[in-house]
């Protein structure tokens, strides 16, 4: 299933190119901040309170593209008739910039951390430790030579 491109819009008014210019500011304004909520979480570990917003964002990504796509097929007529709105989003695109590389960032935090824990995790349980001490027929306290696994405590609370 193959999408459509938009097509060029020859005789694209100034309104027209202004709106095109003002959607794109609103969806990226939106995914920002978006994007800004989530390192927030991801930070804070509150990882099951990002899967809903991973819908959201998904929807505003393909939003974007869309408004993207018909920018691109229109960046000519709306830089004669929209150059203060064409300026506005190149500075919007710096702080957009910011906020993917930020999140980026608490994304690969996040990962390592989880990474680590379980290594530890693994560690733990692939640990043999000696089994019970045992008293002997002549009172000597012994090991039965049995080996086990480590026993693992888990605080869910992080």
Do not use: W
């Amino acid at each position: 299933m193959s999408q459509q491109q938009p097509e060029a819009m020859s005789n694209m008014t100034s309104d027209e190119a202004r709106s095109l210019c003002q959607n794109l500011f609103a969806t990226t304004n939106e995914l920002i901040s978006l994007l800004e909520e989530e390192t927030s979480l991801l930070r804070k570990a509150k990882t099951t309170q990002i899967t809903p917003l991973n819908v959201h964002k998904e929807a505003l990504t393909i939003k974007l593209s869309h408004y993207m796509d018909q920018f691109k097929q229109n960046t000519d007529q709306v830089r004669k008739l929209a150059p203060e709105a064409l300026l506005k989003l190149e500075q919007q695109r710096a702080q957009f910039q910011k906020s993917i590389e930020t999140n980026h960032a608490a994304l690969i935090a996040m990962q390592a951390v989880s990474e680590r824990i379980l290594q530890t995790v693994s560690e733990k349980v692939s640990a043999k430790q000696g089994g019970p001490e045992v008293y002997t027929a002549g009172g000597q306290v012994t090991n039965a030579g049995v080996k086990r696994h480590a026993a693992i405590n888990v605080d869910t609370a992080l």
